[in-house]
């Protein structure tokens, strides 16, 4: 048996920039964490030569093809694997929710699978192949830094290049600014999901008339890095944070809704600096910046949210467990 624990993540700017329509013509650019909310995965021997896989409904098919759920499939297809086996997967938060969830399991899975093949892989390799599966073989219209974050964990600041290359940087900051801006996050759940393609798909049409909003995007998260990096007064991140969800709205008018924005302005009349829609929009997980002084104010003005503790993570996709007869 073997169980990964890959990370869920959090964009704080320069989403879109990622997708091949702006990243193949421009350097595309993000800045975005790991947090300590994870997938799971479970693989293990199965006798016999049948596949049981267990998310969200269960399959018990007699070969990889059979598989009804895509990433799992295509994951076993592209490492060959032909022995039954048992898959379970196990998350802390729901799926579409903004939380790059899709991503982390691809991630997590392909983990699991290339151990249980007596492999050790790297951070980047597990994130080139997961992009492979998801965006080349499975055509989903999404981009590169949810598999790169779920693979490598960290605060980091991510480049996309023409020539396909992805650079992968870490964050350097102080302890101290680390520290502080964990204290200053604070994320809540709409009660909504949604599937990211449908609002990606309207997203990447015309992506010549949305190209100066996602290069403002990239700028600003140049900007953030360098706030951090310096270790400036952090109000000027979450300034930004604001700056970055206004410009984000301009992309597609799907990305936020009436219920969506009521929440935000809630958010900031209770004096949060600035926040955003994690995700592709549409709905999921609130993200809001705000000083420690104001976030009881902010609480009881997002009474009827689901607040959700968390902290950015600093390590990536890792196995948690494998049975001692394997290694």
């Known amino acids: 048996m073997i169980i990964t624990r890959t990370p869920f993540r959090i964009s704080f700017a320069g989403g879109g920039s990622d997708l091949e329509v702006f990243h193949s013509q421009e350097p595309g650019a993000v800045i975005s964490t790991a947090i300590d909310k994870y997938m799971y995965l ?19 098919v007699d070969t990889p093809d059979e598989i009804q759920h895509p990433i799992v499939r295509e994951c076993l297809k592209s490492l060959d694997i032909r022995k039954g086996l048992e898959i379970v997967s196990v998350a802390d938060l729901p799926g579409q929710s903004g939380m790059g969830s899709s991503s982390s399991f691809t991630v997590g899975l392909l983990h ?14 597990l994130a080139e192949q997961a992009c492979n599966i998801e ?4 055509k989903e219209p999404i981009g590169k830094q949810d598999q790169y974050i779920a693979g490598f964990g960290g605060l980091k600041f991510i480049q996309f290049h023409p020539d396909g290359t992805v650079f992968v940087d870490p964050v350097v900051c102080r302890r101290g600014t680390w520290e502080e801006l964990n204290r200053r996050l604070l994320l809540f759940f709409t009660g909504k999901t949604r599937r990211a393609s449908s609002v990606l798909k309207k997203q990447k049409s015309n992506c010549e008339s949305r ?9 600003i998260a140049h900007q953030m890095r360098s706030i951090l990096s310096e270790g400036r007064d952090l109000n000027a991140f979450g300034r930004l944070l604001h700056d970055a969800w206004e410009t984000k ?11 969506i924005d009521s929440v935000y302005n809630r958010g900031i009349d209770a004096g949060a600096l600035g926040g955003k829609l994690l995700g ?48």
């Open 280 to 327: 592709a929009g549409d709905g999921g997980f609130v993200l809001f910046f705000c000083e420690p002084h104001l976030q009881s104010q902010l609480r009881e003005a997002l009474f009827d949210l689901v607040e959700v503790p968390f902290r950015m993570e600093p390590e990536g996709s890792k196995v948690i467990f494998v049975d001692g007869d394997r290694w």
């Open 249 to 259: 709205k301009t992309l597609e008018s799907s990305i936020s809704n009436g219920d």
């Open 42 to 60: 479970t693989v293990k021997e199965r006798f016999g030569d049948s596949f049981r896989v267990s998310y969200s409904q269960t399959e018990l």
């Open 112 to 125: 699991a699978l290339h151990i249980l093949n007596g492999h050790v892989v790297t951070a980047k390799r």
């Open 135 to 138: 965006i080349n073989i499975l």
């Open 211 to 219: 190209r100066p909003a996602l290069r403002q995007l990239c700028g």
